[in-house]
């Protein structure tokens, strides 16, 4: 009886290696350049899953794919690891227009580049983001210093002169207007420009339910509007002195159904969120909000052994996934690689 309970299991484990895979269902993954409209396709499903998902600062532009991965995955479909390198435009999240449309910064203005890994699942010919692990970095002082000598300095926003900027260029753009009185939703970025010193801001700004004019009177009773007529805006201003301060800001369009809750909801006020404190940029990596981490899982559970111990791997690093435990493939001319990283579509930080 024993032994042919041992048999049975030894039949059970051969048999199990020997699933048949159908001819779309290759052990090894599929490879595909970075430059394949399939893996742009993938990329821009993530990048607008990224876009959206930011709770702070900018919207972010495709630079380039900088790898990808594809691999099978049980009972079908196949997971799509790519590394995707970004670039800060100069659209604030609550700017409506597409990123297409957004610019991205140019190099001489404080470049942030951000670095998402991201995972999704590609089931009958459309996309999921199953997961997303993005931070960002700006160019480094050293690097401006040499590109631009005579730029202004990029500061960080919880600096007094930066707040006390932005404070002074919303009063007096308050006050030069008769609609709406607007509150601060978030500084964006901060640079400050010496002799004469000259305090450059960007932010971001909300409506009230009072006028500019009302608000002189009562301010504390001024509210944010419903939220299904929330309107927003963003500011650019340089501020020499309190006399000499120039601002302007554009207010969009009321966005229907768009409310970044999150904004107004937490940090009104120019409250700065405490991961920004002492910081000169809203990092991707704090400003997200959480992976979906958990249909990741559960789909990597389903994957061939060989893969689901790879794809844990994959979150640190998309390189790490040539894996020991996947099979080499048959000898012959060799493996064809992926030619990546993809084309710069901007430039090379
Ligand atoms: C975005 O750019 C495209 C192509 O340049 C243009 O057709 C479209 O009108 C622009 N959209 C907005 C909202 O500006
Ligand atoms: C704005 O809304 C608040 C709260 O609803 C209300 O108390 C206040 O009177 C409103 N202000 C104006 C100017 O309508
Ligand atoms: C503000 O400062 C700039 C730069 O020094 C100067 O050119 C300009 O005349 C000043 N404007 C006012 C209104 O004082
Ligand atoms: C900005 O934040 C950093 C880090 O929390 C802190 O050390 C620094 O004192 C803050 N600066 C100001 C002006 O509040």
């Avoid at 964006?188 to 004019?213: L, M, W």
């Avoid at 301060?245 to 554009?250: A, K, L, M, R």
């Avoid at 959480?290 to 389903?302: I, K, Q, R, Y």
């Amino acid at each position: 009886m024993k032994g042919l309970g041992a048999l049975l299991l030894l039949v059970q484990l051969l048999s199990c290696k020997a699933v048949p895979l159908g001819p779309f269902h290759p052990l090894h993954p599929r490879v595909i350049d970075c430059d394949d409209p399939e893996s742009e396709e993938a990329a821009a499903i993530a990048l607008d899953y990224i876009n959206t998902h930011n709770l702070h600062g900018y919207k972010y532009a495709l630079n380039s794919i900088e790898k990808i991965k594809v691999l099978p995955r049980r009972p079908n479909g196949e997971i799509f690891v790519l590394e995707l390198d970004l670039l800060e435009t100069v659209c604030h999240i609550v700017n409506p227009l597409p990123v297409e449309n957004c610019t991205v910064r140019p190099l001489t203005d404080y470049v942030v580049e951000g670095d998402c890994d991201v995972k999704l699942l590609k089931l009958e010919g459309s996309f999921s983001v199953l997961s997303t692990k993005c931070h960002s970095a700006p160019d480094s002082a050293e690097d401006i210093a040499q590109k631009c000598p005579d730029c202004p300095i990029f500061t960080p926003l919880n600096d007094t002169r930066v707040i006390t900027a932005v404070d002074l260029a919303l009063a007096q753009y308050n006050g030069g207007q008769d609609g709406a009185y607007f509150k601060l939703l978030e500084i964006g970025r901060a640079q400050i420009q010496h002799f004469p010193d000259i305090v450059i801001v960007e932010f971001a700004v909300v409506a009230t339910n009072c006028s500019a004019k009302d608000a002189q009177d009562h301010v504390d009773d001024c509210q944010l509007l419903a939220k299904d007529l929330a309107q927003f805006g963003f500011c650019n201003a340089e501020v020499l002195t309190k006399n000499n301060i120039t601002v302007s800001c554009t207010i969009y369009e009321h966005q229907p159904g768009v409310t970044h809750h999150h904004l107004t909801q937490d940090h009104l006020g120019g409250q700065l969120p405490t991961v920004v404190q002492g910081f000169k940029h809203h990092d991707l990596r704090h400003s997200h909000h959480g992976s979906v981490h958990v249909t990741s899982e559960s789909s990597s559970a389903e994957a061939p052994v060989g893969l689901t111990q790879a794809i844990p791997v994959v979150k640190r690093d998309v390189g790490a996934v040539v894996d020991p435990a996947i099979p080499a493939p048959p000898v012959g001319p060799g493996p064809k690689l992926p030619v990546c990283p993809g084309r710069i579509r901007h430039f090379q930080v």
